[in-house]
DNA sequence: TTCATCTATTTCGTATACGAACAAACTCAC
DNA sequence: GTGAGTTTGTTCGTATACGAAATAGATGAA
């Protein structure tokens, strides 16, 4: 006789625990806003993506990213270069030390994923994924034809 | 030979497109953003609540609460009152058609939920919840630990 | 009483994010 | 080619959120 858990409200419990934290910690060691080392983690994996790219794997409007990258752009973490054939592209490479940040962070992440997941089994971490994933993908389409 | 899903940028992910559409919603439907929302489910159930009590809840600054106040009391939607015996204290009422928009929005939450939830059983509910759970609590104390 | 200290809230400065509106570059039908 | 419409990114105005510092009230020890 346990009623449903409200979804709703824990993740947003959940995300805003964990995104502070680990704003705050990267803003400590590094100076950097989460969104802006999840830009470097992104470029280190695949540089010369275009601007749009990496606001859509970022979950993040162009218009937001515009701005982060100009200040990025100011620190000399990242270089905005143009797309060969199309004068519209902007593509993002690497500069400066940003290398250097991501391998320093990114063993930090693995291990506060792992330590997160330690408590669940595979089984419950496969059901957990799958959860993540469904909600990602069909928050937009539940929320928006819920009546009026 | 399954790897252990990146919890980090699953919540993200998860949230990301959870919060924006039911923020896209709620400003459409009531002119609020979600978190203005949150304020008004929150004193529906009780009244009277501190502004600190309140920004527990929500797991908000109380910095960043006093604005939204501000911006909520101009509208008419909330009425902040005085502690009886304490004078910092500042106990926050729901005022105008406030209720009004609560009774509206929160059978419409719930249909939300259950609708995210429908592709899980019980069990797979709890194991959801528990981690949820789990990452609220034990964020910032494991971010924190990590060797720098 | 009175001064130091603690607590609740507000103010301040800055970063982040959104959507709308815009500009520039491309595509395609003709 | 030319003009309509699309795509890509930037600019603009506003709201949200944070942390640090300031304010105002409460509490307690001397």
Redesign the interface.
Same mark, same amino acid.
């Given at each position: 006789m346990?009623r449903?858990?409200?979804?709703?409200f824990?993740?947003?419990?959940?995300?805003?625990?964990?995104?502070?934290?680990?704003d705050?910690?990267s803003r400590r060691?590094a100076g950097l806003s989460m969104t802006q080392q999840g830009v470097l983690f992104l470029l280190e994996r695949q540089e010369g993506l275009t601007l749009g790219e990496v606001a859509d794997a970022l979950?993040l409007g162009k218009s937001s990213l515009s701005g982060l990258i100009d200040r990025m752009e100011e620190r000399g973490l990242v270089r905005r270069g143009s797309g060969e054939g199309d004068g519209r592209i902007v593509r993002l490479f690497l500069a400066g030390d940003a290398r250097a940040l991501v391998a320093k962070s990114r063993p930090?992440?693995s291990?506060?994923? &792992?330590?997160?997941?330690a408590?669940?089994d +595979?089984a419950?971490?496969?059901?957990?994924?799958r959860?993540?994933?469904?909600?990602?993908?069909? &928050?937009?389409e539940?929320?928006?034809e819920? +009546?009026?």
């Open positions: 346990t449903p858990p409200k979804v709703f824990l993740v947003h419990k959940a995300h805003t625990a964990l995104i502070r934290a680990v705050r910690r060691d979950s930090m992440v291990g506060w994923n &792992a330590t997160l997941l408590p669940f +595979a419950e971490q496969k059901v957990i994924a959860f993540l994933t469904h909600v990602a993908e069909y &928050a937009e539940i929320v928006e819920g +009546a009026t």
